[in-house]
């Protein structure tokens, strides 16, 4: 069965670039998630998007932003990059906007390293 | 967001039953009691999850208390490929995201 896809899979850059991760969802779901998981820590939400508008929002910095297209992939966009930022990123798939009842699957993650 | 309680961690032997507890009191009418599991260098994995009634799937069983304030996942056959941090996680509300606690770190051995 189809999964959700990650790319890149590794990323390094330095400090106060840019960074663009992608995120292509199982076919036919409609809700997309990111989140961060630091070094020896657990995953922390982002931020989600459901049709293309989001649908909620976490403790993202406000040098990230990200966006659902038409197509339902998803991209985080990160600027100005901090080493605080070096971590892994998963994106998450959902059908139906999620909710209580709704699972969500994981995509294997973008590991990023700012330098 | 009602918060849960595990375990930090626990061991098992292979091919014998793992019962992973997880308290959560302060559970609401509406939370739904999320597992999911994170193998090492892997995203986190859908396990299972149910409002009220015991639920089964080929991955595992929940058991949920009759007041719903704990419940328990239940590994049949734990295989060194269980190996994971399991996270126990109430879904609240209408919110779609998940908020993962610290988990409970399952080291399986032969």
């Known amino acids: 069965a189809a999964g959700v896809i990650q790319s890149p899979r590794h990323l390094i850059k330095e400090k106060r670039e840019t960074a663009t991760l992608k995120c292509y969802p199982i076919p036919r779901h409609d809700t997309v998630y990111w989140y961060q998981q630091g070094p020896g820590q657990d995953p922390q939400f982002l931020i989600s998007?459901?049709?293309?508008?989001?649908?909620d929002k976490g403790s993202i910095p406000d040098r990230f932003s990200a966006q659902q297209f038409s197509d339902y992939h998803s991209e985080l966009n990160m600027s100005s990059l901090e080493l605080g930022d070096s971590a892994l990123y998963f994106c998450?798939?959902?059908?139906?906007?999620?909710?209580?009842?709704?699972?969500?699957?994981f995509g294997p993650g973008t590991r990023l390293t700012v330098t | 967001d009602a918060k849960t309680t595990q375990p930090n961690s626990m061991e098992s032997n292979e091919e014998e039953p793992v019962h992973l507890p997880c308290n959560h009191s302060?559970?609401?009418?509406?939370?739904?009691i999320h597992w999911y599991r994170q193998l090492p260098s892997q995203g986190p994995e859908y396990v299972i999850h149910?409002?009220?009634s015991n639920v089964n799937n080929r991955m595992a069983s929940l058991a949920i208390a009759e007041d719903r304030k704990s419940s328990t996942l239940i590994l049949h056959r734990a295989t060194l490929r269980d190996a994971a941090v399991y996270y126990c996680i109430l879904n609240t509300g209408t919110a779609s995201k998940l908020t993962f606690g610290t988990g409970t770190r399952l080291q399986v051995t032969l």
């Open positions: 998450a798939s959902s059908l139906g906007g999620g909710g209580p009842g709704g699972e969500q699957y």
């Open positions: 302060t559970i609401s009418g509406t939370d739904y």
């Open positions: 149910g409002l009220t």
């Open positions: 998007f459901y049709e293309k508008m989001q649908s």
